[in-house]
DNA sequence: CCCGTGACGACAT
DNA sequence: TATGTCGCCACGG
């Protein structure tokens, strides 16, 4: 494991993530000053399986509010999971998405 | 060392 | 509003 990178910062960003709650890449990119990186937190999730302890991943979704993720959690299972915690997911978009909307540069403003 | 790829986003048309 | 294109940066081959 190698130095505090950009990886670790958008997982602690990412745990931060209330139960019911969602977050988009660009949100956490942004939140990190690295607005147009937004690919590289989808990437830093792909190795977010390696993190300690795990990043709840199922909870960051594009800006859409797309399950975007889902085709690498496999199957439903992210969708299963944002609705055991309340998130109401139809046809792999997260619904209500603005008020489930967990943005860091607000919620965690100073 | 160079090239292609990718859990996205913003802007241009 | 919808579609297309570019940018962004890390990692694998």
């Given at each position: 494991?190698?130095?505090?990178n950009?990886y670790?910062?958008v997982?602690?960003v990412?745990?931060?993530?209330?139960?019911?709650?969602?977050?988009?890449y660009?949100?956490?990119?942004s939140?990190?000053?690295?607005?147009?990186?937004s690919?590289?937190?989808?990437y830093?999730?792909?190795?977010?399986?390696?993190?300690?302890?795990?990043?709840?991943?199922?909870r960051?979704v594009?800006?859409?509010?797309?399950?975007?993720?889902?085709?690498?959690?496999?199957?439903?299972?992210m969708?299963?999971?944002?609705?055991s915690?309340g998130?109401?997911?139809?046809?792999?978009?997260?619904q209500?998405?603005?008020?489930?909307?967990?943005?860091?540069?607000?919620?965690?403003?100073?």
């Open positions: 494991m190698p130095d505090l950009f670790d910062m997982y602690q990412v745990r931060l993530i209330p139960q019911g709650r969602v977050t988009s660009g949100a956490i990119a939140y990190l000053g690295t607005r147009g990186s690919r590289m937190v989808g830093a999730m792909q190795a977010c399986g390696n993190a300690n302890p795990p990043v709840p991943a199922h960051v594009n800006r859409q509010g797309l399950l975007t993720a889902k085709f690498h959690f496999g199957g439903d299972l969708a299963q999971l944002l609705e915690e998130v109401k997911v139809k046809d792999d978009q997260v209500n998405f603005k008020k489930v909307f967990w943005d860091p540069a607000i919620e965690l403003e100073l």
